[in-house]
DNA sequence: AAATATTTTTAGACTTATCTAAATTATCAG
DNA sequence: CTGATAATTTAGATAAGTCTAAAAATATTT
């Protein structure tokens, strides 16, 4: 028998390609503009010079525009290649926590390699077996096969003022300390979380969580995202 | 938030290292001895110089036995790398079929790049959650996590002599032609089958699957492993 | 607006895994 | 046992993706 080599780096594109079109993607929806080429090294914990010269690839292949010193932008192609790198990620996400009871804050790792699996017809079944999630165990939104994100109307828990309520939608950051956290205070996507009093000057507040009421910082509080009730 | 690069490339072994070992696993399988530079290239579709290039990398890991000129034999730690390649390739097999509702000549290729897939816990907990099974769609034992593989008493069906009955354990060769040819004939795992007749100038077979009777040429009896009734 | 600091790019080098072509070793037939 | 053939290895080259160091462009400060 005769092994076909390298069957998945023939797919169209190589893994650090996908790795830079997502982080770009990423950074696109923060920045509103065009993305610097140390934003992307930063975040990538590469060099600026290596992102150079991968930034001019991919704008060969047209799945960005760039010019010299003034940063990149995706192309539809290229919003759309990253958006369906991101749709296996948040699907993988779901059938680690949902199906193999993983936590929440293991996955992200082995998202990061099972995203690169080529196969629509994984990626498809996946999904209904699934059962065609809208969101990921982070409450973050799952594109479509067509690279469209359902934008939902969320805030920062921070931006609550006392006496209202909200239900937790969603994390910003997803770092294990962070999650485990929420996880200490029972706070997981779907906890209604009331307001009793904020301090102005340092922006910490106190909630109510069930029948628990404790203190968070500014930080916490500008780490989850909640839709008001 | 900062992206930790090339995760999967940092444990342990490469893609490329670890389909060479597979491939070597599965030649010393069949071969019975050392495995030739040219076999190994054959198998995978490489340039037998490109073979020595890796073999003497891998030699130097210790995961296999290399003279010049004269071939290789895995160290027990290389057989045990890849038969824990081959245990995640089959268990994702497995998943495949049972969960996804693929056919069972659709999942080599996806299982292919799904081998590579580095978590120890993620395999721990898929194994659990597909109720670790012993064999892979096509019949072919699933190694344990310290890499044994339970060997069964098999024969070929051609083996089988006329009015001896049999039940479809496995199949030799898995391309996607012959595991169709199989569909059709609604031969599967777990199939029972009755030499009706066998021809000595040919090899080939008449026999009985449910109600029906057919002919098959000795290329198709040579390559479906049956356990005697 | 010039001087300084920061960002970005270029140039050249390294690593992994591959290739071709040439050289070497082994094997087999007579 | 010797020469022909086949198998294997070596040497040098290539491509992808990265790096360092230096040069160029842009931004900021005074």
Redesign the pocket.
Known sequence: MVIK??IY?CSM?????E??LKAIYHLEQQAKG?V??????ER??????????????LAEKKLLS???????LLTADGRKTAANVIRKHRLWEVFLVEKLNFHWDEVHEIAEQLEHVHSEELISRLDKFLGSPDFDPHGDPIPDKHGNVKRTEKKLLSELEKKQRGVCVGVRESSSEFLQYLDKKKITIGTKITVLGKEFFDGSMIIQVGRDQFFISKKIGENLYVQTL
Chains 1, 2 share one sequence.
Do not use: C, H
């Open positions: 080599k390298y780096l594109f190589s893994l650090a390609e790795n830079y065009e610097s080429t140390n934003a992307i090294a990538m914990d590469t060099k600026p010079s290596s992102v150079t010269d991968m930034v001019q690839k760039y010019k010299r010193y003034k940063g990149v």
